[in-house]
């Protein structure tokens, strides 16, 4: 099998790293594959997470490829967040070795397996759990554990980690973000390599999912979801599977910003005023990134009250499809749940809460 030599974009940004996947997928089988790193010049958290993880996916081919890179050490930035180690490069930081700041999180590969010991070990569910971490992460971005900028950030990561934690069967998932404080903007990126989404929500028989456009869409209709659906057996409590964690955090992040999510073959940005724009590429599992405007977070509990409310309206409006009931913890901010319960998780992790 002969060498192939694959050229990095110049910009890891989301309209030039979706065709790098399809790249990548269509790439012949060979015995080594050298990424020329000469003309990246821009990089973004979504860029930087989808390409390393193509990358490492693709050492990972049935033909045991080694993995060659040229002209990559120049690019100190991208190397302080975990980017090429990542793929297991031996340059610049592993995922999560930098401390992060008010401006960035570095790329952080995180266990789902994990994630569940240390609920149990907690004594708490695993949503608990992971409201913890999302809370740790958005004090990072913002430097401080209080405020709009905050409780939006921590609820957005928490309801995307939920997806991947209960729907995905992923073992283990990226995250990267960075605040542009002068731009009045932030950009948070979470990766799986997970069924994703069409397969997910193939469990649920009131929908079609015959291809992932339409898997991609329902994804983030309000209660639609592959675990509860009508006629499915619920659970009880706070933390049930609702199907308002994606519609919820997409209004938020349109409220200024953008969302956009991929799946399979479709990418779907979706931004207030502009509507849907749509993505071909080639994804195993689901990525998201979800960017706002921080100088329009504000009064997120109002937001959500309405954004609630329409979902409702909708749900009442295709009852047949969506009759369910929301969870909590999909509708509401840490402050409403059991606040013993997160105590002890924010005690075991060191963080505090004032």
């Not at 731009?183 to 948070?188: A, G, L, N, Q, T």
């Not at 997970?194 to 983030?220: C, E, F, Q, W």
Request: charge should be neutral.
């Amino acid at each position: 099998m002969p060498t192939t030599a694959v050229t990095i974009p110049a910009s890891l940004d989301l309209s030039s790293v979706l065709p790098f996947t399809e790249r990548v997928a269509s790439l012949p089988d060979s015995k080594e594959y050298i990424f020329d790193f000469e003309h990246m010049r821009h990089v973004e958290p979504f860029g930087m997470l989808l390409v390393s993880s193509e990358i490492r996916k693709l050492a990972r081919r049935d033909c045991a490829p080694k993995i060659l890179c040229s002209n990559f050490k120049h690019h100190t930035y991208a190397a302080h967040m975990g980017f090429f180690k990542s793929f297991d490069l031996a340059h610049g930081n592993a995922p999560g070795e930098a401390r992060g700041n008010s401006n960035y999180l570095p790329i952080t590969i995180l266990e789902t397996s994990q994630v569940e010991r240390e609920a149990f070990s907690a004594g708490v569910e695993v949503g608990v759990q992971i409201e913890a971490i999302s809370g740790r992460m958005s004090s990072i971005l913002c430097g401080e554990d209080t405020g709009a900028m905050f409780d939006t950030l921590t609820y957005s990561i928490r309801e995307m980690v939920r997806n991947v934690v209960e729907h995905s069967g992923a073992e283990r998932f990226g995250i990267c973000a960075q605040h542009w404080p002068s731009k009045r903007r932030v950009e948070v990126a979470i990766l799986d390599r997970g069924m994703g989404l069409r397969a997910s929500l193939s469990r649920n028989p009131h929908i079609d999912t015959s291809d992932d456009k339409k898997a991609v869409n329902y994804a983030l209709m309000p209660a639609v979801s592959g675990k509860a659906f009508k006629g499915a057996r619920q659970r009880k409590g706070n933390w049930v599977n609702s199907g308002f964690g994606l519609y919820l955090t997409n209004r938020i992040c349109r409220n200024g910003g953008n969302f956009f999510i991929a799946s399979g073959d479709t990418g779907m940005l979706l931004t207030r005023g502009e509507g849907k724009r749509y993505f071909s590429c080639a994804l195993d599992g689901t990525a998201v990134r979800m960017t706002m405007d921080t100088s329009r977070i504000a009064g997120l509990r109002d937001a959500l009250a309405q954004y609630r409310e329409e979902g409702f309206e909708f749900q009442r409006r295709y009852s047949e499809i969506v009759s369910i009931d929301p969870s909590a913890a999909s509708l509401m901010l840490s402050e409403d749940f059991e606040k013993s319960a997160l105590e002890r998780v924010f005690a075991r992790l060191g963080l505090g809460r004032s």
